[in-house]
């Protein structure tokens, strides 16, 4: 089988497409359907996991996207990445995509192949239902008056629902100045800060938050456990300038 200048440009368009849709992958990571705020009344002890599926997909794009790329700079003297962050390097990695299509038939087709592979992949991944948003354990006093041990979730595109276990209504806005007031003198690990930002609808990527951490813009309560005040944490995020 020859590959056809079309077949080399449909391979090219099948990258451009999986580097059009890293932010969506990224969005997808945070399942948003577990119990994310330790020490909430109900929650679990454990912070949400992300949706290991994506997490798992978006580490096998990006180093096959590294693989080509360490294969350009070796084979080529006029390629060099713009960053070696995603997605801008699998589009830099997609432009030269005649390095590995012009040349072995063999080296061709698996590259035709693997692109074609993985933009299905991810889009399969993203036409997934979107999970609900996890919003807080719920606010009832439930039958015996200790309280309602119900989780709340809510879908995307719902400001409202009704708890499953005792039936009383809640809103989005509600459930997140409950949470935010709950929340806000409470010690948390950084992971579990990140989780309950999410909660809040106030994600900051981890990365940023282990920031703050190291320029002690958050500290830790004591030296003895890496816990921090999530109202420390809160009032940065609440005023940070959102990355453009």
Known sequence: MTITTEDALVAKGHLDYIADRWTDLRARLQPGGGNALSGMPGGSEHPSPIDLHVADLMHEIEEEARSLGHVLLDETEDWAPRSSRMPVLLYDVAARYGHWTAGDERTALAFCDWAEEYASKVRRALERPAPP???????????????????????????GGTCRECGQEFTREGQAAFVREALKDRLMTLSEIASALVVLDMEVPYRTIQSWARREKIKPASEDEPLYRFEDALTLAATRVPAA
């Open 133 to 159: 948003d996890y919003v807080g354990p719920c606010q009832g006093v439930g039958e015996d008056g200790a309280g309602c041990g119900g989780e709340l979730h809510l879908r995307q595109d719902r400001d």
